[in-house]
């Protein structure tokens, strides 16, 4: 297939042609939202523009109740954000936090006469971008193709016709048809190519013997790869932008002489296209399977208890949810940097440090550690308490072999 509108790279404007993207945010404070909560969404949909390789001019809000049937925004503000990037020539496109018709699309790029993006087009080019092996590329295509499906316009150029135009088109058939029929047969052959790749991956996950599986699962950018790498002691790629690990891995740690196996999964994120989820149903078997999750946290984002709520309901999704759980909060020290003064004195910080230890603990139902992996601080103690629940699973699942430990 030719290549599809999802790609965010070096665009043009006009006669201008240039490297670096830029682009303006825009979202909706409505029902049951506080204007704090749409700023917060917005700082991570500026977070996600960045890691596509986009940089933001400038952002916009609007108050409403329902979304525009046709601009989403109001008309003045669709007018408003239309001048503003008039008036920047440099500005190639305008993301919206939330997902858009193909109508409303339409009508936008007229209106704006720049690429209009949202929420979930930004995370599938991401995931486009960074998918590396044949399961992870299938699996994107295949959400890519079913959130395009619904969204087709008449005026689509950039599909490539799989077949011979004669005997295609029936008497009277629109373009359009033609296109979601293109469309369908794309996703049946991907559906097929994926359940091939899970069979492969699930006669690879049972050549694995009689090991306890410990899953890393977590918000994206809370520093599971890092944690990876210091237990497997093995270099898996770690970098500070979202979705910096799309493929699962899986490495065989030792602890005092007692192997289990660690995998490291995609990172999850607040509306995260129903699509994706679907399509990696089969790398989140790796969570699925395992016997124990290690829920990282980041403790230095300001609103790390949402995203553990957001992990909670995305596990849940996928009948996980009742697995033994490590809550692993990360980042002590970018936390003491983020909120203590630096005239404090030591032991006031460690005092302070205590009290968010506690009070954070007993909102939680799962056994907490507060650690951070770039430092190494209490990570002694967190293989311990990691160790003590693999030796618990491995007397539950494997006893007879529980005892060579």
């Not at 929420?119 to 992870?136: M, V």
């Amino acid at each position: 297939m030719a290549k599809n509108n999802f790609t965010i790279g070096s665009k043009e404007k006009g006669n201008l042609s240039t490297d670096q993207e830029y682009a303006v945010i825009v979202g909706l404070i409505q029902q049951n939202q506080t204007a704090e909560e749409v700023e917060e969404y917005l700082d991570e949909l500026e977070f996600l523009a960045l890691t596509a390789g986009a940089k933001v001019r400038a952002r916009f809000t609007q108050k409403m109740s329902n979304p525009n049937r046709r601009t989403f925004v109001g008309s003045g503000k669709a007018e408003e954000i239309a001048e503003y990037v008039e008036k920047y020539e440099d500005i190639t496109m305008v993301i919206f936090d939330d997902d858009l018709t193909g109508k409303q699309t339409g009508i936008l790029e007229e209106m704006m006469k720049v690429k209009i993006v949202d929420r979930t087009t930004l995370i599938l080019d991401i995931f486009a971008s960074r998918a590396q092996t044949a399961q992870a590329q299938t699996q994107v295509e295949l959400a890519q193709m079913q959130y395009l499906l619904p969204r087709l316009r008449g005026l689509w150029t950039h599909l490539e016709r799989q077949k011979g135009g004669i005997g295609m088109r029936g008497p009277g058939e629109k373009e359009i048809e033609t296109d979601r029929r293109i469309v369908r047969d794309v996703i049946s052959k991907l559906k097929k190519r994926l359940e091939k790749i899970d069979k492969q991956s699930q006669i690879r996950r049972k050549g694995r013997g009689d090991q306890i599986r410990v899953a890393l699962v977590g918000y994206t950018n809370v520093g599971k790869s890092t944690l990876m790498t210091i237990l497997s002691k093995s270099e898996v790629f770690a970098e500070n932008k979202l979705f910096a690990t799309l493929d699962t891995t899986v490495r065989k740690v030792v602890f005092d002489r007692m192997p289990f196996l660690l995998s490291d999964t995609v990172g999850f994120i607040r509306k995260l296209p129903t699509h994706l989820v679907e399509s990696f149903k089969s790398t989140l078997d790796e969570v699925r399977e395992s016997d124990i999750l290690v829920h990282v946290v980041d403790l230095a984002h300001p609103q790390f208890e949402d995203h553990i709520d957001t992990v909670n309901r995305t596990l849940a999704d996928i009948d996980t949810g009742d697995k033994p759980t490590i809550l692993v909060f990360n980042k002590m020290d970018l936390y003491r940097k983020r909120n203590f003064d630096e005239l404090l004195d030591e032991q006031t910080k460690e005092d302070l440090m205590k009290e968010l230890q506690t009070a954070v603990s007993k909102r939680m139902d799962s056994d907490t550690i507060f650690i951070s992996a770039k430092t190494g601080e209490n990570m002694a103690e967190f293989k311990k308490l990691l160790e003590a629940k693999v030796k618990d699973q491995y007397q539950v699942r494997y006893p007879y072999l529980a005892k060579r430990w």
